[in-house]
């Protein structure tokens, strides 16, 4: 929190400004305990079958799962985030940096979950201003706002409405993993304060 409110070393954003008053709220003390709930109950683990939940492609209706992205043996890397947090903000271009160098030996897929802060929720004043999703085109919305501009060499999919590869991932609100033969291979910190692609 010291380095957040610091910028010493914090995944923020350039030019991003947070308030202390931002912190000390009723809605962030629930989202910090829904992100410790959803991370205490998630379904898999390091040396474990890896989860294939149901995704959906950026046009909004197709639909697809998640181990759609792997293939053979090949790494599957699998980034989850939000456009409203600032730690995955500020290390999407880290995930962009390791797609475009590695991808002859590893697949990357960028897997866009509901907002760590919307404006209905814990939300700062800074950053970008979205609302919780209530629709899986304002999930795909969201997600093509994060890659306006952004030339990206990897795979993009948006969790369901039901949030189901959230939670089995324990990614809120943002996490990395490593699949290869259909094992979780390496589990990534639990954002926001341990997420470093």
Not at 156 to 161: E, F, G, I, P, R
Request: charged share 20%; aromatic share 12%.
């Amino acid at each position: 929190f010291r380095r957040l409110m610091a910028k010493d070393d914090a995944r923020c954003p350039e030019g991003d400004t947070y308030q202390l008053e931002e912190f000390l709220t009723l809605k962030s003390f629930k989202t910090l305990v829904y992100s410790q709930v959803v991370g205490i109950f998630k379904a898999v683990g390091k040396g474990r079958p890896a989860e294939d939940p149901g995704l959906v492609q950026l046009d909004g209706k197709t639909e697809t799962t998640l181990l759609h992205y792997a293939s053979g043996s090949r790494p599957l890397v699998v980034c989850f985030g939000s456009y409203t947090c600032p730690p995955f903000r500020d290390a999407f271009s880290d995930f962009a940096a390791l797609a475009d160098e590695y991808w002859h030996v590893a697949n990357f897929l960028l897997v866009y979950i509901e907002e760590a802060h919307p404006t209905d929720g814990w939300h700062f004043t800074s950053g970008p201003q979205i609302q919780q999703h209530s629709t899986v085109q304002q999930r795909c919305d969201a997600a093509r706002a994060l890659l306006q501009d952004r030339g990206v060499m990897f795979d993009v999919a948006v969790d369901t409405l039901q949030n189901t590869a959230n939670h089995l991932y324990g990614a809120f609100p943002d996490r990395l993993y490593v699949i290869q033969n259909g094992v979780i291979a390496h589990e990534g910190g639990k954002g926001p304060f341990l997420f470093n692609p």
